[in-house]
C-alpha cells in the first residue's frame, strides 16, 4: 500500500532525553513536512523539505532537528533543548510542493 | 508568510442543521486547501480552490474561494454526526503548508 508511516505510534521518554521519531513514504514525494499539534493550537510547522539533502526551519523550529538524506525519510528529532516536547507530531508529504498533503498516523511523545 | 484565521475555534449545532465557516487572510492567497481531522486521528485532504470566485462542492459539503483571493468559506448542508470534528483551512504559498488553528464541530443528535 502506498502510504506515509510514522513510528512508534506512542512514545514515552525521559527529561533531558533526545528522542528520534520516524517518517517513511513511498508515494515518491518530493516536500516532506513535521508539524507540531498541541490542543486548541492546531498544526505548527516545525521542519520541511522540498528535496533531498535540503531542509528548511519552519515557525517553532527550535530544540528540533532534521535529515533528509534520502527522499523517502524525513526523521526528526525532538532534542533536550525543546522546552516543552510533550506533543501529538505529524509527518506529512506532498507532490508538487505545497499541493495536497498526505499525512501519517502520528507518533504521540511524552516526556516525563 | 501567508496565514490564515479561523474564528471561532468550536462551533456546536443539531443534527440537521447547516453549518458555515470562515478563513480569512490579510493578504492575497496563492490558494486554499481544507482539511478534516476526526478525533484522535489525523489531517485528510478535502480540497483546493485556487481561482477567484471558485465553488467545489462534495455531497452536502460546499467550498467557496472569495472573489478577491482573501477568504474561503465551508458550508455542510443537513449535518450529521459523521461530520463532527476538526476543519482546517491551509495556504500552500511559500512551498510549505500553514494551517490555521481550525474550528472544531460537534454534532448534537
Known amino acids: 500500500d502506498g502510504g506515509i508511516t510514522q513510528s512508534p505510534k506512542y512514545l514515552f521518554r525521559k527529561e533531558g532525553q533526545n528522542v528520534t521519531l520516524s517518517c517513511e513514504q513511498n508515494l515518491n514525494h518530493d516536500a516532506m513536512y513535521w508539524y507540531r499539534q498541541d490542543p486548541g493550537q492546531g498544526l505548527r510547522l516545525i521542519y520541511y523539505?522540498?528535496?533531498?539533502?535540503?531542509?528548511q526551519k519552519g515557525d517553532i523550529a527550535e530544540g528540533y532537528s532534521v535529515s533528509r538524506e534520502k527522499k523517502e525519510s524525513f526523521p526528526l528529532t525532538v532534542t533536550s533543548a525543546q522546552k516543552n516536547p510533550t506533543a501529538f507530531y505529524l509527518c506529512?508529504?506532498?507532490?508538487?510542493?505545497?499541493?495536497?498533503?498526505?499525512f501519517g498516523q502520528g507518533t504521540r511523545l511524552t516526556v516525563v | 508568510g501567508q496565514q490564515v484565521m479561523q474564528i471561532p475555534q468550536y462551533q456546536h449545532v443539531q443534527e440537521g442543521e447547516d453549518f458555515t465557516t470562515y478563513c480569512n487572510s490579510s493578504t492575497t492567497l496563492s490558494n486554499i486547501q481544507w482539511y478534516k481531522q476526526r478525533p484522535g486521528g489525523h489531517p485528510v485532504f478535502l480540497i483546493q480552490l485556487v481561482k477567484s470566485g471558485e465553488v467545489k462542492k462534495q455531497k452536502r459539503l460546499t467550498f467557496q474561494f472569495g472573489e478577491a483571493k482573501k477568504n474561503s468559506s465551508l458550508h455542510i448542508t443537513a449535518t450529521q454526526t459523521t461530520d463532527v470534528g476538526t476543519y482546517f483551512c491551509?495556504?500552500?504559498?511559500?512551498?510549505?503548508?500553514?494551517f490555521g488553528k481550525g474550528i472544531t464541530l460537534s454534532v448534537r443528535p
Open positions: 491551509v495556504t500552500g504559498a511559500n512551498s510549505k503548508l500553514t
Open positions: 506529512a508529504s506532498s507532490h508538487p510542493v505545497g499541493t495536497e498533503a498526505f
Open positions: 523539505s522540498q528535496i533531498v539533502n535540503d531542509f
